[in-house]
């Protein structure tokens, strides 16, 4: 992996930030410091929303993925009905700010369709719906690029259209999408914070709250940098990894 | 030499094919019987491919008739069903499956369309990979492989699903000259195990090994219907004897 000691380095960089604020009298740095009890608490208390804003991403890009797909096939129909139901859904969907979307989903829905549901299924519904509008216009396009000799040749062995798309199309559209799609799931990890607002126990909401008890919004945020930036670095790499797994059996 | 006494396994009788307002297929017939080879030749945008994808329909015509062993081509589950168990194709570009090994090209097919195991249908391909003689590639991606090795792969995918009809849509133009002839031996030792066979092709040396006729288009329409001793010597119309004067040796 030759990416991760140069992004080891940066890291040391921008640690290092910090580290130099600390000679200065407006930093706090107390109340994150390890050797300390209070500070230890702290941080054990920061890094516990990590959990959640990582099964909160999965949960959500795993269903858009599979959503996504769903809504891309009818796109590339050729019948326009199908083909309106595609651009209705990706239009609406994508419009709405993630931010107004959680809201709906977790003080809307639940009036609209008299049902309860839990922050954390309101946070999933909220990121996958928005992100199926996103991920089926990056399989749209990765569909798209594939030539059409493809599927010919899959009709000239007797495939049908399931066949032909898992077998043909879509093992060679996912090896093409799958930067895009990494970027999507780097974009999710970023948005599930917003989830906080209604009250999600991941790592922006257990900054917040530690931000209200301590008042110390410049070193709590700053964790909650560093949080992020090596959790998306650290998901950056493992996504180049799957790709290069992928595309190995083809391009050697 | 194919039979003469039996009903023809492809039938074209009138046979349209517009593009928008564009005519590539004009009023076109043309019978096949079970083993024999036709040879199709004809200048560029003559509406070769689009004639011989018709007989598949990867084109749908627009008029006239196209019957393939007894059953009439259109948008039903009986022509659907002949066509897959009657026809090959192999293309100008191979189309191969780039994502997967020559093995599990060729397998893809009889297992998914014909029901067979994985077993079985190893031991197919490499039965038509022997006979297109690259079976040490079985393993191996499609773009490891030279041209002339691709489209043999291509040959053997169409003839583990075991069709009496093949159908090359100009098989070598793609090829590096080195890598022609390679294929044409393979086509040829495949016309002379009996297959039925439309080949389009420039290969004049090869239409006139292997045609039992000889079809040459112009404007889409088919000018000239012969076998090749009369085809190559004595042409009727002027416009294939101009065709041939420019595609042969002197
Ligand atoms: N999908 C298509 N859309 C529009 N025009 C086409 C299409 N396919 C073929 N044509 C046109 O039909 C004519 C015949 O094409 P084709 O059958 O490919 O000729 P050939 O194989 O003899 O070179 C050409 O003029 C070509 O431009
Ligand atoms: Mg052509």
């Known amino acids: 992996m030759a990416s991760f000691p140069r992004s080891a380095r940066w890291l040391c960089l921008i640690a290092l930030i910090p580290a130099l604020g600390a000679c200065s009298d407006r930093w706090g740095w107390y109340v994150v410091n390890p050797t300390t009890s209070s500070g230890w608490t702290n941080l054990t208390f920061l890094m516990s929303g990590l959990w959640y804003t990582i099964l909160l991403s999965v949960t959500a890009i795993a269903i858009s993925i599979v959503l996504g797909l769903l809504v891309a096939l009818p796109g590339l ?33 639940p009036q609209a369709a008299d049902i309860e549901i839990s922050v954390f299924w309101a946070g999933v519904f909220a990121l996958a719906l928005s992100d199926s509008a996103f991920e089926a216009e990056i399989y749209r396009a990765g569909i798209q690029s594939i030539d059409k000799g493809q599927y010919e040749a899959a009709q000239t062995i007797s495939l049908g259209y399931v066949d032909t798309m898992r077998y043909v199309i879509l093992p060679q559209a996912i090896r093409r999408i799958l930067p895009a799609m990494g970027n999507q799931f780097v974009y999710m990890l970023k948005m599930s914070s917003l989830v906080s607002v209604i009250g999600m126990q991941e790592l922006t909401r257990k900054a917040n709250e530690l ?11 700053s964790i909650l940098v560093l949080e ?25 | 030499m194919p039979r003469t006494d039996t009903a023809p396994i492809i039938s074209l009788s009138g046979v349209s094919k517009l593009f928008g307002t564009f005519k590539a297929l004009d009023q076109v017939s043309l019978d096949v019987r ?10 560029s945008g003559s509406g070769k491919s689009t004639l011989i994808r018709c007989v598949n329909r990867l084109e749908k015509h627009d008029a006239g008739e196209i019957s393939l062993d007894g059953v009439v081509l259109g948008n039903t589950r009986a022509s659907a069903k002949v066509i897959a168990d009657t026809v090959g194709m192999v293309f100008q570009q191979f189309n191969l499956f780039p994502h997967l090994t020559v093995l599990n ?13 994985e077993a079985e249908a190893e031991t197919l391909a490499m039965k038509y990979l022997e006979r297109v003689k690259i079976p040490e590639q079985a393993h191996k991606f499609p773009r490891q492989l030279s041209g002339g090795q691709q489209q043999r792969v291509a040959i053997a995918r169409a003839l583990c699903m075991e069709p009496r009809v093949m159908l090359f849509d100009e098989p070598t133009s793609a090829l590096d000259p080195e890598m022609i002839n390679e294929v044409l031996d393979v086509m040829a030792e495949l016309a002379s195990s009996g ?6 092709t420039h290969e004049m040396g090869f239409a006139r090994r292997v045609a039992d ?13 012969a076998p090749p001793e009369i085809f190559f010597t004595n042409p009727e119309s002027a416009r294939c004897q101009d065709f041939l004067q420019k595609i042969l040796p002197h």
């Open chain 1, 77 to 109: 129909s050729k019948n326009p009905f199908l083909r309106a139901l595609n651009r209705i859904y990706v239009e609406i969907v994508r419009a709405p700010p993630i931010l107004v979307l959680i809201l709906w989903v977790y003080y809307g829905l």
């Open chain 2, 213 to 225: 006729t000889m079809v040459f288009m112009d404007k889409g329409q088919i000018v000239e219907t």
């Open chain 2, 195 to 200: 297959m039925t066979m439309i080949c389009v």
């Open chain 2, 34 to 43: 079970e083993g024999e080879r036709v040879v199709v030749c004809g200048p």
């Open chain 2, 105 to 117: 090209n060729l397998t893809l097919g009889p297992v998914r369309s014909r029901g067979m195991t």
């Open chain 1, 211 to 221: 931000v209200t008890a301590e008042y110390r919004p410049l070193e709590v945020y």
């Open chain 1, 228 to 252: 992020y930036l090596v959790l998306i670095l650290v998901v950056s790499a493992l996504v180049r990894w799957f790709e290069r797994r992928l595309t190995e059996g083809e391009a050697r």
